[in-house]
């Protein structure tokens, strides 16, 4: 049986500016462009409290919390600290598959420490995460990917929760079907209107009525509706894709407005693409 870890940093990218600056502590904060074009990156749970939420437009999160603090996102020390957090989790297993700069699986099934569970691993680690950054994380423990992400999200703020082999069926039947990795919102309307509403909906499908209704999803929703999970922590995953974006302050079509941003850009990615093995 497989140990495997999921770890999600709180509110990171807040976190972070809130501990850097002592004047943004128990307030409302949001990571990202205050403009009427802005998008919130990043919210605080003090802001989260009005309903504020990352990839929200700035101008909406503005009318639900009008004392709302906006702060420019610092790539660079996003970037240092989770390298920190990095190294904690190396002290304990190789085995490391990042998903962001804020969140990681483990697989412990064997850990450099000796520790005799999933459980002591996952505390000693946000022990030790919260001594060195003075950041709190989240984890989750469970016998396979899905079940640890569906663990770590379940009490957050600063939780730790195991699902067991034995809680495992039973907890994903009652689990609301919109709390299923890969169920975006899409997703989760035409379920509703199939009349899928949570894990027994899902596991009550026939392979073949999920594969028609969802193409090759269907098969992975067949098996994480019966808590069953065989992707490996992949230590070293093969980036698909490298991208960036910008966001105008008002909509255009025009070449030239948009070929003035186009080539920096372009620039910019060309350099990331020539710092690794992409060929």
Request: glycine share 6%; proline share 6%; aromatic share 8%.
């Amino acid at each position: 049986m497989r140990k495997i870890i999921h770890i999600d940093m709180d509110a990171f990218y807040a976190s972070v500016e809130q501990r850097d600056d002592p004047s943004l502590r128990d307030r409302p904060l949001a990571v990202g462009g205050s403009r009427e074009r802005g998008v919130v990156m990043a919210a605080s749970y003090e802001a989260r409290r009005f309903g504020v939420r990352s990839a929200m437009p700035s101008a909406t999160a503005r009318r639900l919390c009008p004392n709302l603090v906006f702060v420019r996102p610092r790539f660079d020390a996003y970037k240092a600290v989770s390298s920190e957090i990095r190294a904690v989790f190396e002290e304990h297993t190789p085995v490391i598959e990042p998903v962001a700069l804020d969140e990681a699986y483990l697989d412990v099934t064997e850990n450099l420490k000796g520790l005799p569970t999933a459980t002591e691993v996952a505390r000693d680690i946000r022990a030790t995460i919260l001594a060195r950054t003075g950041l709190v994380a989240s984890a989750g423990v469970s016998y396979n990917k899905f079940l640890a992400k569906v663990a770590s999200d379940h009490r957050k703020p600063d939780a730790l929760f195991v699902i067991t082999p034995a809680m495992g069926p039973s907890f994903v039947e009652a689990l609301p079907i919109g709390q299923f990795r890969g169920v975006g919102p899409a997703t989760e309307a035409k379920m509703r209107r199939l009349g899928i509403q949570t894990g027994a909906d899902l596991k009550a499908r026939s392979l073949d009525e999920l594969r028609a209704a969802f193409g090759s999803a269907g098969d992975y929703y067949y098996q994480v509706a019966r808590g069953i999970d065989e992707r490996p922590v992949r230590a070293h995953r093969e980036r698909k894709s490298i991208g960036a974006e910008t966001t105008f302050s008002q909509d255009t079509s025009e070449y030239a407005v948009l070929a003035d941003f186009l080539l920096p850009t372009s620039m910019v990615k060309l350099g990331a693409l020539r710092d690794r093995p992409y060929r």
